[in-house]
């Protein structure tokens, strides 16, 4: 039997409609889109899975979309869930939004074009496969994978499904950090010689002891692929990212948005540098273990450098980007602060200064690109390549020692060590 959708049904219920002579009906201008709105059948549809923080920042966002409607989400902890419907009730004035622990409920309803995806980072690579698999297009927050392993299966998932993938690094669709990459890609620099990326030290976290999972969140399935650890509060939610079996650290947490600005920068979004040495101090005890100082040189085949330092220089200011060339600098940060070496570039300038915050153009880009099947501003796999220059930094510093990268075989040259940090065992049942 036939399944009807949600588009054909309103495609047959618009032609019973039409041909009913016997009683009039009146159709209100905002539902054929007369009125500057979009009409319910041009309408994308969305699942949010994963909405804590920053699942909150883009759940909002989308909701002021009014060519997209969000008819689901989905998070292991009833706390978010129910704000999250609650959200989502509250925009459309209804209370049709369903909530759903298991993030394979969303998948199987077929009148969802679209996933939102925000789950912690240990999550991405799977939902995001499952969500290609299931005829998805996929936003999914930043970093694009756990590992370089699930980063390149991602990319070819979505690829052979031609998905429509955008990874949530915003920075790419601000004004202030796209005119410090054009002015990198001009030529107004000169020849690029180091690509400077600027985060924040890492914290550390005394032990902890176990304490009984809260009612009402699902911490087996939080873990998910990850291995098992007692339930502990500090080891979940906006904690997550500094513990290596969840996340990077640094590295993978502002590593994805400023070496990924940097790569843009260089001309180098398909490949990567070939060689990573550095230095970085992990915390002697405690439940966090990804580095809390460190700074890594990763170098490109042609010579140009580009260094992840672990804090702002001595006045420089906030988190951000500087592109050096022989003939110049361009430096932006997370105020929209635009600064560069001569008024000639500075007379470009022509945005107006914004922060990070500033999301909508993003998530505006990613829509659009669904409706017209183009590739996004951040796809899968300029997002892979991006984030491995984080995943093999990382590998490095674990390491100590210096590492020599393929980036077209994409494995580390003559060190079976570091190639078994590619990818990870996942806890059963969960794999790729």
């Known amino acids: 039997m036939k399944t009807l959708t949600r588009r054909s ?3 047959h219920t618009a032609g019973l409609m039409a041909s009913t002579i016997a009683v009039p009906y009146i159709v209100p201008s905002s539902a054929l889109g007369k009125d500057g709105s979009t009409a319910p059948s041009e309408r994308l549809t969305m699942g949010a899975i994963g909405i804590g923080g920053q699942g909150m920042h883009n759940l909002r966002n989308f909701l002021t979309c009014d060519d997209l409607r969000i008819l689901a989400v989905c998070d292991v902890d009833t706390n978010h869930r129910i704000r999250a419907k609650e959200t989502v009730d509250s925009a459309y004035g209804n209370k049709d ?8 409920e969303i998948l199987v309803r077929d009148d969802l074009d679209t996933v939102l995806i925000a789950t912690p980072d240990h999550w991405h690579a799977i939902l995001s496969i499952e969500a290609a698999k299931a005829g998805k297009d996929i936003y999914c927050e930043k970093p694009i994978s756990l590992t370089i392993a699930e980063g390149r299966a991602v990319a070819d998932t979505v690829k052979r499904f031609g998905t429509v993938y955008q990874s949530g690094t915003q920075r790419r669709s601000n004004a202030c950090f796209r005119f410090a990459v054009e002015v990198a890609r001009s030529g107004m620099l000169g020849r690029l010689r180091t ?5 924040h030290n890492g914290p550390t976290c005394p032990p902890q002891k176990p304490e009984p999972v809260p009612e009402g969140f699902d911490y087996d399935m939080w873990l998910g692929p990850a291995p ?3 339930y502990t509060p500090r080891r979940c939610h906006g904690s997550f990212r500094w513990l290596y079996d969840y996340s990077g ?3 993978t947490d502002l590593g994805a948005h400023f070496n990924d ?13 070939i060689e990573y040495e550095g230095r970085a101090e992990f915390p002697r005890d405690g439940l966090f273990n990804t580095p809390v100082r460190f700074e890594v040189v990763a170098t490109y085949a042609d010579g140009v450098k580009m260094i992840y330092h672990d804090e702002t220089e001595p006045g420089r200011g906030p988190r951000g980007n500087k592109f050096v060339g022989a003939e110049g600098w361009v430096s932006v940060d997370d105020t929209g602060k635009v600064t ?3 008024d000639a570039i500075m007379q470009k300038l022509k945005v107006a200064r914004r922060g990070y915050e500033y999301m909508m153009g993003h998530h505006r880009n990613f829509l659009d690109c669904v409706k017209t099947r183009r590739v996004p501003i951040s796809d899968a796999e300029v997002s892979h390549r ?3 220059t984080c995943h093999a930094g990382n590998i490095c510093l674990r390491l100590g020692r210096k590492l020599r990268w393929d980036p077209v075989s994409e494995r580390f040259v003559n060190d079976e060590a570091a190639n078994r940090m590619l990818a990870r065992t996942m806890r059963s049942p969960w794999s790729l």
């Open 9 to 11: 049904f309103l495609k």
């Open 97 to 104: 939004c369903s909530a759903y622990n298991d993030f394979r």
């Open 195 to 199: 690509l400077h990326c600027y985060y």
């Open 228 to 230: 098992f650890e007692a």
């Open 249 to 251: 650290g640094q590295l």
């Open 261 to 273: 600005l940097a790569q843009w920068a260089n001309g180098s979004q398909h490949t990567g540098p």
């Open 340 to 342: 560069a070496s001569s």
């Open 386 to 388: 991006s984030v491995t």
